[in-house]
């Protein structure tokens, strides 16, 4: 067994993930769900946000947005767990598939311009100055495509998987 076998195989033979997987009937469904909503949230409202410096409902000043962070940064907190209890529930599987590092990339930018679109566009002193609206423009387009990312690839983790667990390959 490679090291990455030997550490997978250990996870999934935990109580808590033998549980994720299907000890409660209710915990994987429920977990997933959290995960869904969670995104939905932080996905939402961070897009909310990038269309806005995008262009749309300009009669929004820019500076009401940063009140809306509570929300995304309570919604990463609920992705963050669920997203770990699906891991364990499933660390081979996610392992192996190249599409969760570009799902993990696409977080970590997305987040990463979450916290500079409120540092060097919402709290400037004048965010409708040429230059911050530029740059917020950027970081929208940029930060919109990211999330986009982020949900197709969480998408296609359930699909393009090869190995379900360890030494249990994928017999679609």
Not at 5 to 17: D, G, K, Q, Y
């Amino acid at each position: 067994m490679t090291p990455l076998e030997i550490i997978c195989s250990w996870v999934e033979n935990t109580s808590l993930s033998m549980w994720v997987r299907g000890e409660s009937m209710l915990a994987f469904p429920s977990i997933l769900s959290a995960h869904t909503l969670g995104m939905g949230f932080l996905a939402g409202t961070s897009a909310g946000m990038d269309l806005r410096l995008l262009g749309f409902a300009n009669r929004v000043p820019l500076s009401e947005l940063a009140k809306f962070y509570w929300v995304m940064w309570a919604a990463l907190a609920l992705n963050f767990t669920s997203g770990v209890l699906l891991l364990i529930g499933y660390p081979y599987k996610a392992f192996t598939n190249p599409v969760f590092y570009v799902k993990l990339m696409l977080i970590a930018v997305a987040v990463y311009l979450i916290v500079r679109i409120r540092k060097d566009v919402l709290l400037q002193p004048d965010p409708d100055a040429p230059d911050v609206y530029r740059r917020g423009r950027l970081y929208g387009m940029i930060s919109l495509g990211c999330w986009v990312g982020v949900i197709l690839a969480g998408r296609l983790l359930a699909y393009t998987y090869t190995w379900l667990r360890v030494g249990m390959p994928n017999n679609f």
